[in-house]
């Protein structure tokens, strides 16, 4: 699930962080470590947002328990990192699995009609009738446009497009989907 893709709308807002929500302080996914990178330490990231250049721009990760000390592309869309007190093979695979998150404030501000896709995670989706129809667990862009992943209250899952016919509104509170889109 990528967290911190920063995606564009045009023609409706987006949501702001809301302290009900946790707000500016709730904390962002913006990589995972995936493994050792050789015997010295490094580690591979794959990484969730829109590249390098954007992932170092932060130095700290899980409220300072990681400090970066370098980063490179490993041009597979990846990248290879070094950690503050991580100076072998072991020490670097012992991170393996381990999420790198950021608080929402340490990310850059939006532009109008620009959300973070970390943003519509968790909120509430109801049909345009108002009926509760679960929360959105995921977000995806498969190319076209982002798509949200609503999870119902038994499990089940559906996804609708993030296009203005199938989700006419939402903001901090909650995710409005069109009655046509919501009955799968």
Same mark, same amino acid.
């Given at each position: 699930? #990528? ?20 707000? !500016? ?7 995972? +470590? ?11 990231? =794959? ?19 990681? =400090? ?24 670097? *695979?012992?991170?393996? #699995? ?31 009738? #108002? ?18 992943? +609503?999870?119902?209250?038994? #499990? ?5 497009? !993030? +296009?203005?016919?199938?989700?006419? *509104? ?15």
């Amino acid at each position: 699930m #990528g967290d911190v893709n920063a995606s564009a709308t045009s023609d409706r807002p987006h949501p702001n962080p809301s302290p009900e929500r946790e707000g !500016l302080d709730r904390p962002v996914t913006l990589a995972a +470590i995936a493994g050792a990178h050789g015997v010295a330490g490094e580690v591979r990231l =794959k990484l969730f947002g829109e590249g390098v250049e954007t992932f170092s721009r932060h130095k700290s990760f899980n409220d300072g328990a990681l =400090k970066l000390t370098k980063v490179r592309p490993d041009n597979k869309g990846g990248a290879v990192a070094r950690f503050e007190g991580v100076s072998d093979r072991n020490a670097a *695979e012992a991170l393996r #699995g381990t999420v790198l998150s950021v608080p929402r404030s340490a990310l850059p501000p939006l532009a109008e009609g620009e959300f973070y896709h970390s943003d519509l995670l968790d909120l509430p989706a109801v049909s345009d009738a #108002g009926d509760p129809l679960g929360t959105v667990c995921a977000v995806e862009n498969f190319g076209a446009t982002d798509v949200v992943e +609503i999870e119902r209250p038994d #499990g089940k899952r559906f996804m609708v497009p !993030l +296009i203005p016919v199938a989700v006419p *509104e939402w903001n901090a509170e909650m995710l409005v989907v069109s009655k046509d889109f919501a009955d799968n």
